[in-house]
Structure formats: C-alpha cells, structure tokens
C-alpha cells in the first residue's frame, strides 16, 4: 500500500532518496500540481512512469533541478533570452525548453533534442530535490487524460500500489501546470500557458508568442511544437460543455438552452440561482478558479450527472491558461455567444 509521508524528517528523507535511486517512483508537491517523479538520468525509472500513467511514449517529460544554478549540467542556455528567462522566473512555476545534454535519456524527451528544465519553487520540492541529488523527471500526477493532481486525497487512489511513497504538501497553490516556453528566433513562444503569463513574459522580454494550438485542437499525426498538445487531457468522465460569453445574459441564455434534467453548472456566484442539478462555485477569481479547478472536475464525477456545463473566462492573463485546459476537459465541446 501507499505510503503518505507528512514530514521530511532526515529518515524520511533518506527513505525517499533510497526510493528514487532504486529506480522507484515518488509523488511529491509543487506549487502548480503534485508531480510523480522519477531519477531522470535512469532510463529504466523513468520507464515506470510512462507504464504507470498509461502515457504516451512520444510525450516528453520535465526534468526538475534543485536550483537555476543545475541547469548548465543538463542543457545548454543558448542566448541572452533564455539566460533572461532563467533570471527571471525560475524558480517558479514556469518550465524553459532547452538544448538538451547527452546525459538526458532519450526516453525522457520522447527522442528530441530538447528538455524541458523546471525548478520549482515549493519548500518540499525543493527539499526534496535536495536532498535526492539527482535530477527528477517528473509529469503532473495523474493518470493520462485525468485531471491533474492537486491534492493528495485525490490521487492517493489512483496509484495505490503503483508508487510506495507520496509526499503531502497540502493543496497546490497555484493547482495549474507550469508554464512552457521555447526561444524559437529569440522570441519567447508559449506552449503552455500557466501562471506566468505572456503580459509578465512582455515585461522582461519585450516580445512573447502563444503557439496557435494552446486553444486549438490538433490532428492526431500534425507536427506540433509540445507533443502534449495532442491528447485529452484534465477531463473528468463526464462529459462537459465549456460555455462563454461576455454578456451575463447571453451567458445565462447559453447555459439554459444546453441543460437538462442531470446537468451540473460549474462556474462562478453568479451562475447560482440558475435551476439545474447541482451547482458547484469554482470560485470568483481567476487565482481561485486555477486552485480549484481539477480538484472539482474530479468531484463532479460524484454525481452521476448527464453534463457538466463550465463557465470559460475570458483568455487573458491566467484566463488564457484556465481556458487551455477547460478546452481540452471539454474536449473542445465549446460555445461562444
Ligand atoms: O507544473 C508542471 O509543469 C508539472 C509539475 C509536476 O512540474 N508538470 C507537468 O508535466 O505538467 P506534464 O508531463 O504533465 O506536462 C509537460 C508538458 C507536456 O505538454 C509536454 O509535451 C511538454 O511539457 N514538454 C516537455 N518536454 C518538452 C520538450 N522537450 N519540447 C516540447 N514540449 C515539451
Ligand atoms: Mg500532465
């Protein structure tokens, strides 16, 4: 049975590095999601998490490093932007794609000669990493096309069995994946959008692109810059319509002409008076929206509803990340009025 240890003392510390270096998979926080993370430079663990999530193998892994300090060891910082990036944002919740090193197994880029390179900045992760003194290659720790996860509760079932040890850290703070950069042409191109936005990206840089598939769904075989903007991804197992509008009462029009008797609306206050099946506040905020979003998705599965109707926001700033995986929870089931 799975462990959960609630405490880095030093014996669990020195439980945990005894894990990862026998090629065993632990689950440890982050500030955006809790990630199930692997010795990155053994092929033969970094294996078990592609099995163990049910993962595609031509869907890269991120390497995470104890401090910006690690990075020159794994990957090359090939310009002044990439340099600028690391300065700035790292650690933090924000992932750089590199040139990777030959000391990065091939199966954890899915063949490619980049790495993405994150250091995060959660007190136990970076304890963790640490005190492992290894680098850790880690996806968001889910099952492949679940929600993320975001707290332990959530999780713990999934990989029962599967992982010895998970490290609680309590909710995710930020309860959003990292945000995914690649310098193409010196220019910044967003991925993944994540807490760090474009507009805080502009700030330093200047100039930031967003990739055109970040709202976009992408044909199986077409060659994309993130291979993970290919797959289902954050869906709960029912099904879901993400609506939008800007206009409250077009909104409201949206939702009513969608529902039926076994409908849930996940959305913000002012959807509550709204009759249906359930509703479920997602919080009034962007911050809280992002905290609390995989969690609920998870939840609404409790009920046994036909559809789950969710509130879009508006695609700027951390909305552009919210509306990324609510797009792809509702596998592009979309309607804008
Ligand atoms: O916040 C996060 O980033 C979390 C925590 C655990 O750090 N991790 C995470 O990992 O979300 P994952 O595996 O669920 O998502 C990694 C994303 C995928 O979309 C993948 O395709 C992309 O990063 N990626 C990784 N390496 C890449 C590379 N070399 N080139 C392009 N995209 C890459
Ligand atoms: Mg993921």
Do not use: W
Request: some cysteine.
């Amino acid at each position: 049975m799975t462990k959960i240890i609630k405490e880095l003392t030093n014996s669990n510390l020195e439980i945990l590095k005894s894990e990862i270096l026998n090629q065993n998979l632990v689950i440890f926080p982050t500030e955006t999601v809790y990630g199930i993370g692997a010795n990155a430079l053994d092929k033969i663990a970094v294996e078990k998490i592609f099995k163990v999530k049910t993962r595609a193998i031509n869907n890269p892994l991120i390497v995470h490093l104890k401090d910006k300090a690690e990075i020159s060891k794994y990957a090359y910082i090939e310009n002044e932007v990439e340099q600028k990036l690391i300065d700035t944002f790292m650690p933090g919740p924000f992932t750089l794609i590199l040139k990777k090193q030959p000391n990065i197994p091939s199966s954890v880029t899915a063949n490619l000669d980049t790495v993405g390179i994150r250091v995060p900045i959660n007190k136990i992760a970076h304890e963790f990493l640490k005190f492992v003194e290894v680098p850790i290659a880690a996806p968001s720790a889910n099952i492949s096309s679940r929600p993320s996860g975001t707290k332990v509760s959530d999780i713990k079932d999934e990989f029962n069995y599967l992982v010895n040890y998970i490290i609680d850290g309590g909710e995710s703070e930020i309860g959003l994946e990292s945000t995914v950069v690649k310098v193409v042409d010196n220019t910044p191109l967003i991925l993944r959008p994540g807490f760090i936005t474009k507009e805080d990206i502009e700030k330093v840089i200047g100039k930031c692109l967003v990739s055109e598939h970040v709202l976009k769904e992408v044909k199986k075989d077409s060659q994309v810059e993130s291979p993970g903007m290919l797959y289902r991804h954050y869906a709960p197992k029912t099904k879901c319509l993400l609506v939008y509008s800007a206009s409250f009462p077009n909104l409201k029009k949206l939702i009513i002409e969608n529902l039926d008797s076994k409908t849930i609306i996940l959305g913000s206050d002012k959807l509550k008076d709204i009759p249906c099946y359930k509703f479920i506040n997602y919080g009034n905020t962007l911050l809280e929206i992002s905290h609390n979003i995989f969690h609920l998705l998870r939840q609404c599965d409790k009920y046994n509803a036909n559809l789950i109707i969710i509130e879009g926001v508006k695609k700027e700033g951390l909305g552009l990340a919210i509306m990324n995986r609510l797009i792809r929870t509702s596998n592009f089931n979309y309607k804008e009025l």
